[in-house]
């Protein structure tokens, strides 16, 4: 699907996102929660005004922002659209999911919030690393370290080695929500450095490998 489209669709999303806050407006109390500590419980809250319009309009700006530098790279061919497509969706979904959580809380209801956030971050990982490898050489998606940018070789090694870094992360990540819950902050928080850092590392030494040789 081409990207114009998707960033249609999520903008639709987004539209989604604020009808649900003019339908709960009146139903939850005047202050919600917008952050909820490791176990589950709110510690910070906002007025329901800022958490049902203020934070999904400040995702809806990062959305159309991201939205436009990806569409100005130069390189924008060599992004790939499945990757492009699945970055673009991840905001909008993230709106609804954050605000919907936050209107069912303030309802009194129970909700592991952990539990959900993680489930998000598994599918996640896994999409994103399904469709990294895909993407060329570019200036705004992708692993984008200097010995990357510099190389198309290591830049498709990177993100080969990448995308089977994001998958397994992903999996082990939703096996630990599943079945290790009360370890999930630190198995999310291992997941998190290991994606994050993994891959620069590798780059760098495939890089040096072929500086070496050359």
Known sequence: MKREKVFKIGLVLFLINFAM????????????PIHFNSKDVADDYASKY?????IPAFMLV?????????NKDPRKRF???????VILMIVPILSIGTTFLSVYYSLGKTVKIGFWVNI???VMFILVGNYLPKAKRNYT????????LDNDYVWEKTHRFGGYVY??????LLVGNVFFYEFIEKISAAVILV?????????????KGLSENS
Do not use: E, H, R
């Open 141 to 148: 998606i992708g692993i984008k370290v200097p010995w990357t």
């Open 50 to 54: 800022v958490a049902l319009f203020g």
């Open 167 to 172: 998958v397994l992360g992903g999996i082990l």
């Open 195 to 207: 994606i994050a850092f993994a891959p620069m590392l590798y780059s760098y030494f495939v890089y």
């Open 62 to 70: 990062v959305y159309v922002v991201a939205y436009f530098f990806t």
């Open 79 to 85: 992004q790939g659209d499945s990757v492009l497509n």
């Open 120 to 122: 998000f971050l598994s």
């Open 21 to 32: 806050g003019v339908y709960f407006l009146n139903k939850v109390p005047d202050l919600m």
